[in-house]
């Protein structure tokens, strides 16, 4: 027993005497750390007995004797995380009894001292410790600046993709400042877009177009202000290069532009940092400015109180600079080619406007013809989208699908143009002119009858003829005259665009069948065959040759139309307008195609078309049908194979017609069928 007390107790001496001798150690060896000029650009902390810690910056060494490693690692607990972190490393002074140097080593064991190390060997191992940490530091830095190089170099792809393929200037716009306040963590930002192109800059506006915040909603309406270098937008979009300041509250006081703060009074809001960044063309020209406001160190924190602005708000690094600078250079050619792209866009409205124009002026009495079966037949292509029950269930139109379809609808009577103005103004089956010339014709027969009636009365009187018997001339006289107004009465009435009595007919072949000798001694008729041919026409008021010529205006629609460089997307047109008048059994002209080799927006074309032409007050050869009516009517052109059933009761169902009733209705067809 006694023996063994002994034992422990030579244990705990030899224990004491060793930390003795570890707190010696560690003693010289902060005096000699501390005494090495070498290490004057180093701090010395002894945070412990047995610690000593040189620091460098952020980085440092840990000095422990290797005892230590032994027993009592708890004293290094402190800097565990450091030493994890690859922000500390560990020297120990003396081999550890339990040579396990590859644990230490991944536990942050840097370098190994001798039990009494020189001031050399010190200096070594922790400018070595000193040196690996800091090559770890960059290329931890290399790591994460390659992986945020990835990062926001995808999310320049993917904002370039967006950009490029976004044709509407609104919400292009939109999408500029949202990926722009994105990549860079701005709350809130606008966009400013230059107008007028006079070559000096100062002459030019910058019209607001928008604003985003995410911590404050407020209605923002577009105004313009002057390209001025008094304004941070105009100074930008003068100077073509970007300004960035980190609190325009706190502007140099030679500042040649200023910051209004009433704006951010009346919304309750705090401007500090801001980034203004120019959009320029392929030209170089400043087409837009885009201001991004308040970056924020965490993007889903609101900014709601000065507290918020100041913990929050930060200025706009070069980084954020760079990355604005790199979208700006995207976002300012798709917004040139979206303004190039508008432009064109107009352009073409335009001209479409002109030719339904020129139509109309061509034909008045079919006077907003077209812009009436656009509206409807855009609203037809509205209803069948919503239509779950028929064949067409699924069908889906893209905007350009639209626009398509209304400009082949809008042009769809354009080939009138190619057709001679009488027919197509013709109210009547004869011509006025034409008209005219019999009614001419008949007060020849009248004077020719005179003339024959005063050359027997004067034989007669040579004669002695009796009183009583030039009495008889003077009543055959009135009798024809009475006969020929009565024939030329019968003619006028027959020259109405209506379905004729077949007792009709024969007046009018009575009446071609009379003669009268003209001042030139030549028997004439009445009439002649072109004359009775057009009043004998059955039904409207256009013989069948000139029904032909009106039909033929489809085929000039089509030639007309498909010379037009339309583009991709609107490529069908002159095929869609081409064959509104054809019918599902093969009746219908030009091509007599049948029900699947028609366009399905022709086939809704017909449908509006038809609806239209029966129900239009503006026709001079006949009254409008009501609505009902119509709608038998157009009932009837299903039962005959003319229209597609399908169509017509998705029209009636929809009642696709109440577009054109509703008051102000808009000229456009998507304006409509969008409300």
Known sequence: MSLFLDGANDAARSSARSGRDALTTMNLIEARLVSDARLSDRTVVRPHPLLVTVRSDRLFAVLAPGSLWDRGREVLRPFAHKLASGEAMLVLVGSPAVSDVAGALNRGLGALCSPDPSADELYVAIHNVCELLESKARAEARGKWLNRYRYELGELIEIAKAITTERELDKLLSLILEKSRFITGADAGSIYVVEGDDPDPLRRTLRFKLSQNDSVPFDAREFTLPVSPRSMSGYVALHKRPINIADVYDLPAVSPYGFDRSFDAKIGYRTKSM????????????????????????????????????????????????????????????????????????????????????????????????????????????????????????????????????????????????????????????????????????????????????????????????????????????????????????????NEPSVLKGGDFARIEAIARETFTDFSGDVVPLLRAEEVACLSVARGSLTPAEIEEIRNHVVHTYQFLSQIPWGKQFRRVAVIAGSHHERLNGTGYPHRLRAEEIPLQSKMMSVSDIFDALTASDRPYKKAVPVDRALDILGFEVKDQHVDADLVRVFIEAKVWTVLEQPGAPHSALAASSR
């Open 275 to 494: 980034l203004c960044m120019p959009l320029l063309s392929r030209k170089g020209e400043v087409i837009g400015v885009i201001q991004l406001i308040n970056k924020k160190r965490a993007a889903d924190r609101k900014l709601l109180s000065e507290e918020d602005v100041e913990d929050q708000v930060v200025p706009f690094d070069a980084r954020s600079e760079e990355l604005v600078g790199t979208l700006g250079s995207q976002a300012g050619i798709a917004l040139e080619n979206a303004v190039l792209y508008t432009e064109i866009h107009h352009m073409l409205e335009g001209f479409v406007r002109a030719s339904v124009e020129a139509i109309e002026q061509r034909d008045p009495t079919t006077s907003g013809h077209s812009r009436r079966v656009a509206l409807l037949t855009v609203g037809l292509a509205r209803a069948l989208e919503r239509d779950k029950a028929g064949p067409y269930r699924g069908v889906t139109w893209t905007k350009d699908d639209l626009r398509e379809l209304e400009y082949a609808s809008l042009l769809h009577d354009f080939g009138k143009i190619g057709v001679r103005e009488q027919v197509l103004v013709k109210a009547k089956k004869l011509y006025p002119h034409e008209l005219a010339i019999i009614r001419h014709r008949i007060e020849i027969a009248s004077r020719s009858y005179e003339v024959e009636i005063l050359e027997r009365k004067l034989r007669l009187v040579q004669r002695g003829a009796r009183a009583d018997e030039l009495a008889a001339l003077d009543q055959e006289l009135s009798a024809r005259k009475a006969e020929l107004e009565a024939a030329y009465t019968a003619i006028v009435a027959a």
